[in-house]
Nanobody, 127 residues
Framework: QVQLVESGGGLVQAGDSLRLSCAAS????????MGWFRQAPGKERDFVAA????????YYADSVKGRFTISRDNVKNTLYLQMNSLKPEDTAVYYC????????????????????WGQGTQVTVSS
């Protein structure tokens, strides 16, 4: 079992940066593909970014491409999301998630069923 705890959220102004972290318990973090999702008030949870178990492959939603960077440290058992040039529309609760499926060339992080989820961290961007 994996427990995920997000941190790093907060209130910032448009154009600012934040780095979210997701600390994972257990020794098997390095075997999971990891993702970031977000949910704004009154909206469904949306895919933001994902990274393969090795860190070699990354995926981004079009809305964050070029502004956000996902990374992981398999020694520290931590997933990161560097968010630059933040916009008010980035305001949401951000969740990290772990996926145990076997990574293949046609891996689609939007379609897999994630095994574990964190409780989320609030990001608020004021205009």
């Amino acid at each position: 079992q994996v427990q995920l705890v997000e941190s790093g959220g907060g209130l910032v102004q448009a154009g600012d940066s934040l780095r979210l972290s997701c600390a994972a318990s257990g020794r098997t973090f390095s075997t999971y593909n990891m993702g970031w999702f977000r949910q704004a008030p009154g909206k469904e949870r949306d895919f933001v970014a994902a990274v393969s178990w090795s860190g070699s492959n990354t995926y981004y939603a079009d809305s964050v491409k070029g502004r956000f960077t996902i990374s992981r440290d398999n020694v520290k058992n931590t997933l990161y999301l560097q968010m630059n040039s933040l916009k008010p529309e980035d305001t949401a609760v951000y969740y990290c998630a772990a996926d145990s499926s076997f990574f293949t060339n046609d891996y689609d992080p939007r379609k897999v069923r994630y095994d574990y989820w964190g409780q989320g961290t609030q990001v608020t961007v004021s205009s």
